[in-house]
Every structure is written in structure tokens, then in C-alpha cells.
């Protein structure tokens, strides 16, 4: 059964039963998938099965306009409103969208890129009146999420229908959200994490709580204001909590299942979630956007002994395999590190137009103990531990993550060589934290500049959360024994003394 026919059919089995609260508003899955098949009618004069640019935020908008597409069988491409109208235009660009949804906040951005790369700009309208289409459209691919990207573009990745609902049906054996249970949306349309929270909780009748801009500062007390009982975030969030002095024992005890992704989750920091959520289950999830959503999951268990610095990454999902392999591609041999491949019905399409990185990261080939003939290299590198198994110890490239999203150190430095019109340049992550992970970044640049204007044009040309807090003047940049920018010598000597 295809995603857009499992959504309908929860509609009809739950159909008074809440969907969606989010603004003040509830919404029955009568309700919310109402006004989806009436935009879904709407969306005629856009071509089937092409792919629509969605601007929208975490809004009812939003929810309607995915649903609408997926229904009508035309792949959602989400482009954030907060990023640089440069930024959209390159995801415009790379995604070959035919069609483009808003609300009323973005409607200025849609129409502009219509008026760039083509297609018609049309409106949600979730209370609109007009005919529904209640017949679910087949489409290969449900969304293409795009990513930070080494050549200083965003990176497209094609997901398919098949990719989520084999997604879907392997985490319903792993940790089961059940139709009384009211589930955490803290994530922008444009994380992949975000089709977790919509896809699992609507096949599975249960009611998605959003919150506001203003109740994201707060993710503890709007979980409890929500009566919420399964939270998934990245670790970032219940990490600044603690910093707050808000995640405290006993703090969250209507949670059922404690979810977090797209991070190393620090040891410590889930012992401390287990504590403020004394009834639920402390759940680790592995996976890159490339992997559909995640691919494995550890149950975490505080009263264990001597485990790593980072919750292990568990076991792979039914059907998936995730394997260390050596520079060979075989698997290494126990308490061995090496690159994390990983295999399955949840490996993606791979990526749009990019048919170098697509060579360079997923491999037909095949792994000593392995049916799969498919394989996505992670560039995680992972040891294989005798007693705890898979546990991250880090990365073989430059990338990093910075409250969940992937960027590539690559693309920050050529938009800080942009801004100040110079090739010497540097983003280092800083501050770091546990499991390696970061805050945000910092910048280098050689040369006398105006480091405020240079954080001002990278706002034009990255999104907020890659553009680097502060920018450093420096005379010139260190380099490694092979040549390389070495950034540990820049923090060491800039950012661990300051």
C-alpha cells in the first residue's frame, strides 16, 4: 500500500479523532485531510508527478500542502523561508520544480521564484472551499530534501515512496506509536527528522503537536503544556535545556518514548533525559537523509556499566544492514573503526543532478555476509566494539553537525571567500560539544577586513544556522603535514585560550 493510500485509510478509521494541534488550533484527520484533497484538486495546472517547491513553516499550512501533494502524487520539495532568496533559487534550480505552494507569509518568495525558474505559484488555502480529489495518485518519489553540499551548493536527495513506507514499517517494530499518543513536531519541513514526525504519527492515528516560533524556546514546558507523550528531537534540545536548568528529574513524566536523531547523543545527556523522563524509553536513532530518515536504533539503558562517551548506534532496522568496513570494503574485524556503509529498502534514489557525488557515495558492490548489492557510504567513522557495538567516533571528511543539520565546512568557506573576496579563508565548529558535535562556527580570514560585513553577506548567502557567530582576522592560516587547513591548530590557538 503506498503512503498517500495508508494516509487515507488512517482517515477513514480515525476520522474524529485529532490529527494535528498546533496555533491554538485541533484538527480531525476529517478535518485536516478535507482540506488537503481540496488543495490537492487545485494543483491541476501543475504537471503531474512534478516536483513543487513548498515555503512554508511548521505551520496548518504547511501540513496541508505536503499532504496535498503526496495525495495528488507530485514529490514536495520543502525550501525554507528564512533562507537567502539565493539559497532558494539554487534548490529552485537544482530540484527542476514545476509548481510552487505558500501561504500567505511566503507568497512574495513563491512568486518570485515562478517568475524565475517557471511554474505556477498557487496557495494552500486550507479553508477554501471546492471539490475534493479522494483518490490516492501513485508517485515514485514522496519529497527531495536537500542538504549542505562540499561544492558550495545545496545537495538534492531523492526519497521514494517505497523508501518511507519501508521506513515506517520497520520503526512500528521497534519503538510503536499507538493512536492515544500525542507526538513532537520541533523540526523545520526541511529536516528530514520532520517526515518521522509526520508520517508515523498520521499512518498511525495518532495527533501531531507543533509548536509555535515563540513555544520553541520552551520545548519542555510546550511537551507538557501539550500533554505530549512521544518527543523527538536532536540532542541539542534537551542539552540546551539542562544548560537552562530546566531539564530536571521528574520534569517530563508524561512522556512515553524519548526519541533523538541527527546528533551523537552524549551518555550523559541521556541519563539525564531518562531522569526527567522517568516513564518513557530513551531511544538512539542513526541515519542520513541519503538513508531515509534513520536506519538504526539503541534502546538506552541507565542503569548500564562503562558505556562510551555516545549512546552506541544500535542495530540495523529489518531488512538494513549497517556495516564497518575497511578501506577495502569489508567488514573489519571486532573493536576495528572504519567507514559505516550502510544497505536496505530505506537507501534512497540518491542525488539530483550530481552524478559525481552519487559515484563517489553509493556502490554496487558487495560486503563478505551480505545479500545487499547497494551501498551508501556514510563517512562516518564508527568502531566496531565487541561489547557495545556500533559507536560513532566521528567523521572522515569535513562535515559537521550543528544542531542536527549536516553542513559541509566546504560550502561555509566558499561563501566566506565571497564575502571577503579572498580564497584564505576557514570555518572551523565552535563551540564543540560532546560526542562532536557543534554550536555553531567560527570564521578566518587573512587580511585586514571587516569581519561584521562579512558575517552579513554569508547571511545573504547561507541559511542562519550555517552562517559562522564570528568572523576572525588572522595573517595567515596554518597548515597540516599534508597541506590541508589545520583547524585544530586554528581553535587551539584562537578559540580554547579566548
Known sequence: MTLAARLLATTTRYADRSALSIGGE????????????????????????ARVGLLAHRSLDAYVGVLALL???????????????ERQNAIAAAAGCGGWLHDDATAAAAHALSARHGGPALAVDPRADGSRSCTATRSRHAYVMFTSGTT?????????VDNVTAYIDAFAGIAAVMPEDRCTQFFDLGFDLSVHDMFVTWTAGACLVAPTEAEMIDPIGFANRSAASVWFSVPSAPAMAQRMRRLVPGVLPGLRLALFCGEPLPSSLARAVAAAAPNAEVWNLYGPTEATIAI???????????MPATVPLGTAYAGCAAVVVDGDGQPVAPGGDGELWLAGPQITDGYISNPAEQAAKFLSTTVAG?????WYRSGDLV????????????RLDDQVKI???????????????????TSEVAAVPWPLNEGGSAEGLVGFVCGSVDTR???????????????????????????????????????QTYLERS
Not at 502524487?73 to 532568496?85: E, F, L, M, S, T
Request: charged share 20%.
Open 152 to 160: 558550495g551548493t545545496p545537495k538534492g536527495i531523492a526519497v521514494r
Open 370 to 374: 551480505y545479500p545487499h548489492r547497494l
Open 71 to 85: 495525495l495528488s502524487g507530485r514529490p514536495y520539495v520543502p525550501i525554507n523561508p528564512k533562507a537567502p532568496p
Open 383 to 394: 568502531r566496531n566494539d565487541p561489547t557495545w557495538g556500533l559507536v560513532c567516533q566521528g
Open 296 to 306: 538504526t536504533a539503541q534502546r538506552f539503558d541507565p542503569a548500564a556499566e562503562g
Open 403 to 421: 544542531s542536527g543539520y549536516r553542513v559541509e565546512l566546504l560550502e561555509v568557506e566558499e561563501a566566506l571567500r565571497r564575502a571577503a573576496g
Open 26 to 49: 485541533n484538527l480531525t484527520y476529517a478535518d485536516l485531510f478535507a482540506a488537503a484533497e481540496r488543495c490537492a484538486a487545485r494543483l491541476q495546472a501543475i504537471p503531474a508527478g
Open 453 to 491: 560585513a562579512i558575517i552579513a553577506a554569508a547571511h545573504e548567502l547561507l541559511p542562519p544556522y550555517m552562517v559562522p557567530r564570528r568572523v576572525i582576522a588572522v595573517d595567515g592560516l596554518p597548515l597540516n603535514a599534508n597541506g590541508k587547513i589545520d583547524r585544530k591548530a586554528l581553535r
